[in-house]
């Protein structure tokens, strides 16, 4: 509330106003929670495991963080939405202009090239990667949700929305923390009930 006086305050990512389509459309949430919750233990192991095979290498730091950036380079070179902390990338897939396969093609590098950066000892959380990959997966399973029923699952945006939330709160099993970070970064009063339902699944 400081800040809302002091300084003015708007959303952090630009987000068209979501309206959902049916109540029923609720049970699509806790699939999503569901499938979020499945998929963010995985994605923690791989990083476990990254730094274990960078460990393994017995490299000098620099020579590891050097290997790391190539990996990453490599990657970049052909999916370049991998660079930097994802804002601009969950920002078009909040605007609907990333989708299908190259959605999913550019999830997969992402998911490689993080592992790449944490585990040669790049410094990182797990925060901005959770944001992006449960736009990302939110993005996907909102677009063959939309496709099949039009008239109950909402546009896909509104699933990345969503799944920001639920796999922060997989990842960092802060459910509570999750709701409050997307609503703060969003400011939209109709994502809560969707979003708490799939960050507590």
Same mark, same amino acid.
């Given at each position: 509330?400081? %800040?809302?006086?002091?300084?003015?305050?708007?959303?952090?990512?630009?987000? @068209?106003?979501? =309206?959902?389509?049916?109540?029923?459309? $609720?049970?699509?949430?806790?699939?999503?929670? &569901?499938? $979020?919750?499945? /998929?963010?233990?995985?994605?923690?192991?791989? &990083?476990?495991?990254?730094?274990? +095979?960078?460990?393994?290498?017995? $490299? @000098?730091?620099?020579? *590891?963080?050097?290997?790391?950036?190539?990996?990453?380079?490599?990657?970049?070179?052909?999916?370049?939405?991998?660079?930097?902390?994802?804002?601009?990338?969950? #920002?078009?897939?909040? *605007?609907? *202009?990333?989708?299908?396969?190259?959605?999913? %093609?550019?999830? /997969? !590098?992402?998911?490689?090239?993080?592992?790449?950066?944490?585990?040669?000892?790049?410094?990182?959380? =797990?925060?901005? @990667?959770? /944001?992006?990959?449960?736009?990302? %997966?939110?993005?996907?399973?909102?677009?063959?949700?939309?496709?099949?029923?039009?008239?109950?699952? #909402?546009?896909? !945006?509104?699933?990345?929305?969503?799944?920001?939330?639920?796999?922060?709160?997989?990842?960092? +099993?802060?459910?509570?923390?999750? &709701?409050?970070?997307?609503?703060?970064?969003?400011?939209?009063?109709?994502?809560?009930? @969707?979003?708490? $339902?799939?960050?507590?699944?």
């Amino acid at each position: 509330s400081t %800040i809302h006086r002091f300084l003015g305050y708007g959303p952090v990512f630009d987000v @068209p106003h979501v =309206v959902f389509a049916s109540n029923w459309e $609720l049970i699509f949430y806790v699939f999503l929670g &569901i499938v $979020l919750g499945h /998929l963010a233990p995985p994605f923690l192991a791989l &990083i476990d495991f990254a730094k274990a +095979q960078f460990v393994r290498l017995k $490299l @000098p730091l620099y020579w *590891q963080l050097g290997l790391g950036g190539v990996v990453v380079g490599c990657i970049s070179a052909r999916v370049p939405e991998v660079w930097g902390n994802g804002y601009s990338v969950v #920002s078009h897939i909040l *605007q609907g *202009q990333l989708v299908g396969v190259w959605l999913l %093609i550019i999830l /997969l !590098a992402k998911v490689l090239a993080t592992s790449a950066t944490v585990g040669s000892g790049g410094v990182g959380g =797990v925060l901005t @990667p959770s /944001l992006f990959f449960g736009a990302a %997966i939110g993005g996907l399973v909102g677009g063959v949700f939309h496709g099949l029923m039009p008239h109950i699952a #909402s546009v896909p !945006a509104a699933y990345a929305l969503i799944g920001m939330g639920g796999f922060l709160a997989a990842t960092t +099993q802060a459910p509570l923390t999750s &709701i409050m970070m997307i609503f703060e970064m969003t400011l939209d009063y109709n994502i809560v009930l @969707p979003l708490m $339902l799939a960050c507590v699944t």
